[in-house]
């Protein structure tokens, strides 16, 4: 089975999201299972390349985006046994940031229909296309309506994959012949019509052979008004062909057993050696050195998806607890400067760290005994699995991915991987903490609830295998 990765993004060239760690993981995965997974992503100005990987240009051709003809180079490069196409046009791509400018409609759109072309250009034929998010939304469309007849194309089918409904690619309905070169009557029959825009999304949705996200709580929430972001109903219509996956995280890559940047390496058969994390912490970053007191982990953007305003409404009453908290991130300017002040009223309570390191983001993991991550809504979330692997019980609000991946502990069974709460308010989430610091005094039970954490399975030998069982389906 040949499986084609589309994606706007991907480790370890380029990251701004979890899309990244998903378009570089997942085909390494389904590698291991047999498949020939591939992957495509535009090729930016802000590329990294590690000196073991090279890049090799292969070829280029023409690209028409409305009555233009653009450049398209075509780059190659082996990262993990995983083939990535690169495509290149500095006129779209070489600029400092990768999203936000006035054309990014333009962009993708080439971007899209480049991708299509490439395909016959390097005489690969995938079974089927795994188009991911907003920006690869058209794929489907071009696809459906110009491609699909023409002999080399036949009978490719297509996954779309939502990975956060918010962000939609809503452009003017102009677009649709000026990059494209349709004629309105997929606007007017609202098949990319979106209130007035045209949607890459929809369009997405709407022509793709099947549809995914990235949790099974997600897939269920995204149909109802309140998260569905104006497309509830349509979710709805498509109900029987659209499924949640759950993403895993690359245990390669996060094994507190070999983790070469952590303080010190454990299992849960020496978790005392988890404590010497917590204290090699606490002096690194110059808070208490106390390895009895509790401290809580954020890594996290810091905006009000993430559940930042609830933890800003008890942050002082939570310091007051006896805690310490750990912040790394950025975001919203109101909660880097509320966690600035925290950290200048309470040195010895509060870091934080006002930036991203992804060293010290593994040294938190290792650190903390819980994980705090109160999100809004949370279409799979990686924090949670990332701290379960450390054995950093999550405080997660019941939605999205949490949802699927953090099991609230139960006191009558003794079951459980973390703590959780439903409704988005911050008494309860002060609650939450409340509850799971009064079972921190408990060290034999606090110990098997962190076991049943270092237990959980979230790897991505699971999600690969689901996967290549939806893929299967299609064909």
Known sequence: MKILFIASEADPFIKTGGLADVAYALPKYLKALGIDARVVIPKYKNIKLRDKYSIIFKKSFTVPVGWRNQYAGIFECDVDSVKYYLLDNEYYFFRDNLYGHYDDGERFAYFDRAVLMMLEEIDWKPDVIHCNDWHTG??????????DKEDFYKNIKILYSIHNILFQGNYDASILGELFGFSDDIYKDGSVELYGAVSFMKGGINYSDKVSTVSRSYA???????????????????????SGIVNGIDYDIYNPEKDVVIYKNYSKNNLKDKAVNKQKLQEQLGIEINKEIPMIGIVSRLTAQKGMDLIKHIGEELVNRGIQLVVLGTGDSDYEEYFKYLHEKYPQKVSANIYFDDVLAHRIYAASDIFLMPSLFEPCGLGQLIALRYGALPIVRETGGLKDTV?????????????????????????????????????????????????????????????????????
């Open 220 to 242: 269920q929430e995204i149909q109802s008004p309140y998260y569905g972001e104006k497309l509830d109903g349509l979710l709805q219509s498509r109900a029987n062909d659209l």
């Open 407 to 475: 099991k609230a502990y139960n006191k009558f069974t003794g079951e459980g991987n973390g703590f959780s709460f439903t409704n988005y308010n911050a008494h309860d989430l002060l609650y939450v903490i409340e509850t799971a610091l009064q079972l921190y005094r408990d060290k034999n039970l606090w110990k098997s609830i962190v076991t049943q954490a270092l237990e959980s399975d979230n790897s991505w030998n699971k999600s690969a295998e689901a996967y290549k069982n939806l893929y299967e389906s299609m064909l």
């Open 138 to 147: 058209m794929i489907p469309v071009l696809y459906k309506l110009q491609y």
